[in-house]
């Protein structure tokens, strides 16, 4: 066990020289979220303003550190100084900051988000003082977007496998015990104690044992395993190996979504290097402890997040789920005890081992220990990946972390299509997996959601509706026929062609469906529906009785109107009305002719940006 | 896919029936789709009756059995970015390209797609072109790249 420690100590040392470099060094956020931000270029920006000035520099790409809405983020780094981060970079700006840096050894002063380094000021603050940071407690997000993910000695220099090592001189029961008292439950969903599955998996007789990590992420507008695996994939293959080695797995799959090719690279990568260390295969690090793991890639079924249709889809077979017991824990891939746990639960594993399940459990509260990460998204001002204590209300996460919305809040989705919506009198809920049950939602994967006033309840009911009906696998007729009943029936009240007794009709069919369907999938396809149907009646009787949208989405019931004392005649609307039905001459009121328009919401986006008075175009209800 | 290409594929699987999803994914990612003499090959090889293989492979949004567009424009219909107008986006690109989803322009130039959730949520609404993500786009910011033309991009 000595060579890691070795390997270690000249890993420590590389990183500390990093840090000390005698130029400078500039990370930037390069996860998918920083690529789709721009990172790209601004990377081609700096190679390119060092490759003209000939100044030495390293560049570095890291993570995504959670704020995805200040990407792309670049830090520089000068010698003898902390990192300073920047956001919402493009290749103009970058050069500014460079030069600034490079040319005038001066501090920039634009974009700028935050130093790491010990004491900030209210002129330079320290980044993790920032209002989106500072309520965080970064767990198992500890790496991202601090370190480079496709280097192992980083990883290493971070007390990486140090979990692991200790595993090695621990027995499973030991391991197991570790995790029991840690509180630790499945962060995939639903919560089930960690260790429970692993004992039932360890206690069944069987010549193979296999682990599964759930890296499917099928929740639409949830990507916290996707930044995870971006931004410290080691820290999820260690937790496997500690996960295997308490239950006995020599064997593993990571079946993970094809949507997430990024992720898909960086897993691969970080496999190769550990087994040119020892650290997979046969004999890990000299013990009698061998095991591997292998890459399956999702072919783009939300089902097959689902135990028993992932295995099945493993398996080589359609991804249909079956009935439970027996659970996969006693009989599951090729009919082998098998243990599936999600993403964060995995990489959750290390930090409990190597610090302790007393200090773990401090987080959180009764029933729900640590932490969780959300994906904060939707209407809310900051957006991105968080990590915080559960136990924290909505309120604090949506308004403190998020910092609040432009308008008026209307409801935050949680659980994603197996979740629902909850409104104002929910904010000051303490999120743990009973608390949001309580209120009729779940506590699901990690979306948050954030719905404005502009946001229609009946509309994205609907739209999870669609969700679940096009990914049922078909298997149970009350999930297959009853989605599309709901959908059609929503659909109805959207146009404005709904009735009463459809409220009627929802509620008794979204019950039929949740008893009669076999997996969760149809068991809480429903719940969308129902809760929305619970907290914001009133908005289906609007649609309904007074064939209006409060929210002004849904096209059927919306119209578009100029307001003729606003508008200065600027012509941008004229240019791009794809139908001609806006007409009018220069500096004067433009008219619009609804029985040509089609809805299409270029005219309204170019007068709110783009036109000379902007916002005479309005859409109404 | 010709012979040699597919006998090469062979040697980088053990030929068990759990191979089937791997293998399409990777005729997918070779020849863009599966045409019907892959599958009949793929049926062969791995003693997996042509049906039972269709049935995989349309359980599965991944797989298409047609030839792909030059351009694959996928827009993103995640919850983060349906409530901030992914529908819309769509519309204009059915509109301006004439096809609904899932199709391909008559050209072969551009083929249109709806997925749920590219992972990059924080930046709704997005859209991806030949794997490029694009974030934070508009109904006018979609029109642009389409009039700035993608044709003139290499394939
Ligand atoms: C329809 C459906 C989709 C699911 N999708 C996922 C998913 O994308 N990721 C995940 O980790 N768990 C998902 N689950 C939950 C898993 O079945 C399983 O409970 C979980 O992976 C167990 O891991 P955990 O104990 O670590 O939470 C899904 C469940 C259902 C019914
Ligand atoms: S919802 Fe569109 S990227 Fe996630």
Redesign the interface.
């Known amino acids: 066990m000595t060579s890691l420690e070795s390997r270690r100590q000249e890993a420590r040392n590389n990183w500390r020289a990093l840090q000390n470099r005698p130029w400078p060094v500039i990370y930037v956020g390069a996860g998918?979220?920083g690529?789709?931000?721009g990172a790209a270029e601004v990377i081609e920006a700096i190679e390119g303003y060092l490759r003209k000035t000939g100044q030495r520099a390293d560049i570095v790409r890291v993570g995504c550190i959670g704020p995805?809405?200040l990407?792309p983020l670049v830090d520089v780094q000068m010698p003898g100084q902390p990192r300073v981060s920047y956001s919402n970079m493009t290749p103009s700006l970058v050069k500014g900051v460079l030069e600034s840096f490079l040319e005038k050894g001066e501090v920039y002063k634009g974009r700028l988000v935050g130093h790491f380094g010990e004491k900030g000021t209210k002129e330079f603050p320290r980044f993790f003082d920032h209002p989106m940071l500072a309520p965080q407690k970064r767990i198992v997000l500890r790496n991202c977007g601090i370190i480079d993910p496709e280097s192992l000695d980083q990883y290493l220099a971070r007390d990486g496998y140090a979990a692991l090592e200790r595993c090695l001189s621990m027995s499973w029961s030991e391991v197991l015990d570790e995790v029991k008292k840690s509180g630790l439950r499945g962060r995939g969903g639903a919560g089930f104690p960690t260790w429970r599955k692993w004992l039932v998996c360890r206690e069944t007789e069987s010549d193979k044992k296999y682990l599964i990590c759930n890296a499917d992420?099928?929740?639409?507008?949830?990507?916290m395993n996707?930044?995870l695996i971006e931004g410290d994939p080691h820290a999820l293959l260690e937790g496997m190996e500690i996960a295997a080695y308490a239950l006995g797995a020599r064997e593993a799959y990571i079946y993970i979504r094809?949507?997430?090719?990024l992720a898909i690279a960086r897993l691969r990568r970080a496999l190769d290097d550990m087994r040119a260390v020892g650290l997979l295969g046969e004999r890990i690090l000299g013990s009698d402890f061998s095991f591997d793991i292998r890459i399956?890639?999702g072919?783009?079924?939300?089902v097959c997040g689902e135990e028993t249709a992932l295995i099945a889809?493993?398996?080589?077979?359609?991804?249909?789920p079956r009935t439970r017991p027996p659970f996969p824990a006693v009989s599951g891939l090729w009919g082998r005890p098998t243990v599936i746990n999600n993403v964060e639960t995995l990489a959750t594993l290390p930090n409990i081992i190597r610090n302790g399940a007393a200090w773990y459990s401090q987080f959180g509260t009764e029933t729900s220990k640590g932490t969780k990460t959300f994906?904060?998204?939707?209407?809310v001002r900051r957006?991105?990946?968080i990590e915080v204590p559960l136990g924290m209300t909505l309120r604090q996460v949506i308004y403190g972390i998020g910092g609040g919305l432009a308008k008026d809040f209307k409801a935050v989705?949680t659980g994603?299509p197996s979740g629902g919506c909850l409104g104002e009198e929910f904010l000051d809920v303490p999120i743990d997996y009973e608390n949001l049950a309580a209120a009729g939602s779940i506590m699901g994967s990690g979306?948050l959601?954030v719905?404005d006033k502009n946001?229609c309840i009946v509309d994205?009911a609907k739209?999870?509706l669609n969700?679940t009906q096009a990914e049922s696998?078909g298997k149970c007729v009350p999930c297959r026929v009853g989605t599309r009943h709901l959908v059609n029936i929503l659909d109805r009240i959207c146009k404005g062609k709904g009735e009463i007794a459809d409220l009627k009709r929802l509620e008794d069919l979204g019950r039929t469906i949740k008893g009669g369907s076999l997996c969760g999938l149809g068991q809480t396809a429903p719940n969308p529906v129902l809760t929305a149907l619970k907290h914001f009646r009133g908005e289906f009787l609007a649609h309904i009785v007074d064939k209006r949208c409060p929210a002004a989405v849904c096209r059927d019931l919306v119209t578009y109107r100029i307001i003729k004392e606003k508008c200065t005649g600027c012509q941008r609307c004229v240019q791009?009305c794809?139908t001609g039905a806006i007409t009018g001459p220069r500096s004067e009121p433009h008219s619009l002719d609804m029985s040509k328009c089609?809805k299409?919401?270029?005219c309204y986006?170019?007068c709110r940006?783009?036109a000379i008075a902007g916002d005479a175009i309005v859409i109404e209800s | 896919m010709n012979f040699e290409e597919f006998e090469e594929l062979k040697t980088h699987f053990s030929g068990e029936a759990a191979d089937l999803i791997p293998v399409l994914q990777k005729i997918q990612g070779a020849q863009g789709y599966l045409s019907p003499e892959s599958i009949r090959r793929v049926s062969r090889w791995l003693r997996i009756s042509e049906n039972e293989i269709y049935g995989v492979a349309t359980f599965f949004a991944q797989f298409r059995f047609q030839k792909p567009g030059r351009h694959v424009i996928k827009v993103c219909l995640g919850t983060a970015c349906h409530v901030r107008g992914g529908e819309q986006i769509l519309d204009v690109l059915k509109r301006r390209l004439n096809i609904e989803p899932g199709a391909v322009t008559a050209d072969g130039l551009y083929q249109l797609e709806r997925v749920a959730c590219l992972g990059c949520c924080a930046l709704a609404p997005v859209v991806s072109i030949d794997g490029k993500i694009y974030g934070q786009t508009s109904v006018l910011k979609i029109q642009e790249l389409l009039d700035g033309g993608l044709h003139h991009d290499q394939p």
């Not at chain 1, 992420?217 to 990507?223: H, K």
């Not at chain 1, 994906?375 to 209407?379: D, R």
């Open positions: 998918s979220c690529l789709a931000a995805c809405y990407e992420e099928g929740d639409p507008g949830a990507f996707r930044s094809a949507e997430y090719p399956k890639e072919a783009g079924a939300f889809s493993i398996e080589g077979k359609r991804g249909m994906s904060l998204v939707g209407k957006t991105g990946l989705q994603g979306g959601i719905l946001t994205t739209y999870f969700f696998c791009v794809p089609i299409c919401r270029s986006e170019v940006f783009d």
